[in-house]
């Protein structure tokens, strides 16, 4: 079975501040995709990076940058000088196969001006 | 554009009542998901569909009906069976291969009366 926790349900921070959601997964397969998604009050999911298991570079987009440990089944997300745009629910998620996907819980990010 | 079109957006029933949520795509993506998502919860899949005229069940498809006529279609029916049907329900599609993300919709929010 593959399973992904996200421990943070709630983070709160003041503009300009670096933050880091994370996200641990177990599976027991060497082949699987990792997902983060963006959630904003409207509702609709934005996929925000796809990682396959087999490349552990870190990548930055801007602002956000992942970190990607299979020693420690970790896919980590940071968010340097969070605005107040970032307020949303982010979702890690893990694929396997032609499987569906398997979401954490989520970690409501609030950015406070 | 292309996208996935979730109607309605807000639905109101009275319990006993089944009701159908629509979701549409235009992406001619040939997999389609319907999630679940309650508050602290994540996302539950219901029920997927990789091809036309096939679907399976998800981890929560009790209480829940869908069909698969057409690529761009995949209706959910939320039936008088499901005993806690209020929630907010999200459509999503895919492209077959194995490591594309999902794509959403803006979600159906059904409360029960």
């Known amino acids: 079975a593959q399973k992904v926790t996200q421990a943070q349900t709630e983070i709160s921070v003041v503009e300009k501040e670096d933050v880091t959601l994370d996200c641990v997964y177990e599976?027991?397969?060497?082949?699987?995709?990792l997902f983060w998604y963006k959630q904003p009050p409207s509702g609709e999911l934005v996929f925000l990076i796809r990682?396959?298991?087999?490349?552990?570079q870190n990548e930055i987009s801007g602002r956000y940058s992942w970190n990607f440990q299979k020693s420690t089944s970790s896919f980590n997300f940071t968010i340097t000088a969070s605005q107040v745009v970032d307020s949303a629910v982010y979702f890690c998620?893990?694929?396997?196969?032609?499987?569906?996907?398997?979401f954490g819980k989520g970690t409501m990010l609030l950015v406070s001006p | 554009d292309g996208g996935i079109t979730q109607s309605p957006k807000y639905l109101f029933r009275k319990e006993g009542q089944n009701v159908t949520l629509s979701c549409e795509q235009n992406l001619n993506h040939d997999a389609m998901y319907w999630y679940r998502q309650d508050p602290g919860q994540g996302l539950r899949l219901i029920y997927y569909?990789?091809?036309?005229?096939?679907?399976q069940k998800g981890d929560i498809a009790e209480g829940y009906s869908v069909s698969r006529e057409k690529k761009e279609s995949f209706p959910l029916t939320v039936t008088s069976a499901q005993k806690n049907p209020t929630a907010f329900y999200l459509c999503?599609?895919?492209?077959?291969?194995?490591?594309?993300?999902?794509?959403f919709g803006e979600g159906s929010r059904l409360t029960v009366l």
């Open positions: 990682r396959n298991s087999f490349d552990e």
């Open positions: 599976t027991r397969d060497t082949t699987y995709y």
């Open positions: 569909s990789q091809i036309v005229n096939d679907f």
């Open positions: 999503a599609s895919s492209s077959s291969g194995w490591d594309g993300e999902l794509f």
């Open positions: 998620a893990l694929r396997k196969g032609y499987s569906t996907l398997t």
